[in-house]
Every structure is written in C-alpha cells, then in structure tokens.
C-alpha cells in the first residue's frame, strides 16, 4: 500500500512538473533546431525507444490494419499537427503564454462533444466555458504580447493545435487501438516521426548535426524524450488506472502555472498583471468543467 501510495504521488509529480516543463524545452530546443526536424527527431527516438520496451515486457506488437489507420490518424491529431506545429509556433510565442492557450483544451474538448454527440451541457460546464473564453479574450488581446503579425499568427497557430488535440481526444475516446498504450503510442510515434521528417524535407529546413548542437539544445531534446515522452506519459496512464480520472485531469491547469513561471525564470518572458488575472480566470473555468460529475 506505502508502495502504491509513492508511485501515485511520484506519478502525479511527473506529470505536473513534466510536462509543465516540456514547454520550456522546446522553447529552448526551437531557438536553434528547425522546428519540424525537431519535433521528427523527438518522436522517432521516443517510439521507437517505446516499442523496444514494448517488447522487452513482452507485449504483443501486432497490429490490425483497422488499429494501424485509427493509430496513423491520431498521430496526426496529437503529434503531426498538435504538437509539430505547436513547436512551430514557440518560435513566436512565449513558452508560458502558449500553455496557457493549450489550457483551453477541455473547453475545446466539451464544445466538440456538444456538436458531435449531442450531449447536454451542465450548468457548471457552461460557467467553465463562460470563464474560460472571458480568460482566453483578457489573455490574447494584450498590445505588448502580440505586437508583431508573427505573433498573431503564433497564438492562432497554437489555438489550432489546441483544436486538433481536442478532436484526437475525442476521435481516441471511441477508436479501435491496440490495448497496450506503450504499442499504440509507439506507432504512433514512429508515424509522426517520418510523417515530419518528410515535412521537414518539404519546407527545406536545414538539417543541422548534432555534433553542432549546443549543450542545452542536446539537453532539452534528451529531456523531452525520455522524461516528456516516456516517463510523463507511462505515469499519466498509470494514473488512469490508480486514481479518479478527474484529478488525473487537474494536470490541465497545473501544467501552465509551472510552464508560465519556468519561462518567466529562465527565459526573461513577459508575465503581465494582465497575464496573471487571465490565466486565473481561464484556469477556473478548466477546473469548472473538469469537475463536472459524470452520470
């Protein structure tokens, strides 16, 4: 039970912490890689780093041709697009600033439910997206954060990921995948890999070698592999099946106080009373719909 109980808070540390950080790496790693090379080099390590410990725990690696193309689509949602050109748009965007926006999600994801299956809304569900989208106006129409048309086409770039991450959630929520998460993931991951190293190519970005990486950018890459691809996404399963899915959700609102407050330390980005006030309002209105009871 002590065991249990460790595994649960070591579990709930990394996925807080972890993934809140991711932001600030690839901030760092984007300052010097291509974003697309970067984001193809992360994901072809991390799969294929999760199918070879797939098979180290000998689980079955096969997969139907039904579970192949569910897996290549969710890719694209998640990886390809969701997370490849949110890399992109770093380039323009301050790391904190863009987690915050990532923050929507749950809004997105309870709007998409509504327009898709018809679900009714709860009146605290309402309230969430009445916060949220109030934060989210306070948050984008700061002058001295989007001062230039890069940064305007950042923060809608982002709000676009955010969008595609949101319909991979529900799209996954009722696909045929293959029951080992480390299996699907690792497809998926080799997927997006090859599916960027080819936009990568399209977009002509140079490929730079890592023997000319500087110190942090190899840092920041191994980080977001093993730590941001394995460590935080083995957890964030784990605690799929130890705990209540609605405080494994709380994630959704704590990964961006940490990212905010990582780049407004190490990286010297802007953190406006504005910015503070907005994230508050926007973030308890995730907490509104993230706690909304299930029937």
């Not at 998409?112 to 299956?117: K, M, Q």
């Not at 190293?197 to 942090?216: G, Y």
Request: hydrophobic share 55%.
């Amino acid at each position: 039970m002590k065991n249990s109980k460790l595994l649960i808070i070591l579990a709930f540390i990394a996925i807080y912490v972890i993934w809140g950080s991711t932001y600030l790496f690839n901030k760092i790693a984007v300052t010097e890689l291509p974003p697309f090379f970067l984001a193809s080099i992360r994901f072809f390590v991390a799969g294929s780093l999760m199918i070879l410990l797939a098979k180290i725990f000998k689980q079955d690696l096969r997969i139907s041709k039904k579970q192949l193309t569910n897996s290549m689509i969710a890719s694209f949602f998640f990886l390809i697009y969701g997370n490849g050109v949110f890399v992109w748009a770093l380039k323009y965007v301050d790391s904190g600033f863009g987690a915050l926006i990532s923050a929507s999600q749950p809004i997105f994801v309870l709007l998409l439910l509504r327009l898709i299956d018809r679900k009714p809304m709860k009146r605290k569900s309402i309230i969430g997206i009445s916060l949220g989208m109030f934060g989210m106006y306070l948050l984008v129409s700061q002058q001295e954060l989007t001062t230039s048309e890069n940064s305007l086409l950042g923060i809608f770039m982002i709000l676009t990921c955010v969008l595609s991450w949101s319909y991979g959630s529900v799209f996954v929520s009722k696909a045929q995948l293959p029951k080992s998460f480390m299996v699907s993931t690792g497809y998926q991951m080799l997927f997006a890999g090859a599916v960027l190293c080819f936009a990568s190519l399209s977009f002509q970005e140079e490929w730079i070698s890592p023997f000319d990486w500087s110190p942090k950018v190899l840092g920041s890459l191994i980080f977001l592999i093993i730590f941001g691809g394995i460590v935080a996404f083995t957890s964030f399963n784990y605690l799929l099946k130890a705990v209540d899915t609605e405080k494994v959700s709380t994630s959704a609102y704590v990964n961006p106080v940490i990212a905010l407050l990582l780049g407004w330390f190490f990286l010297d980005e802007i953190l406006t009373t504005q910015s503070i006030i907005a994230s508050i309002i926007l973030l308890t209105g995730v907490y509104f719909i993230t706690t909304v009871k299930k029937i």
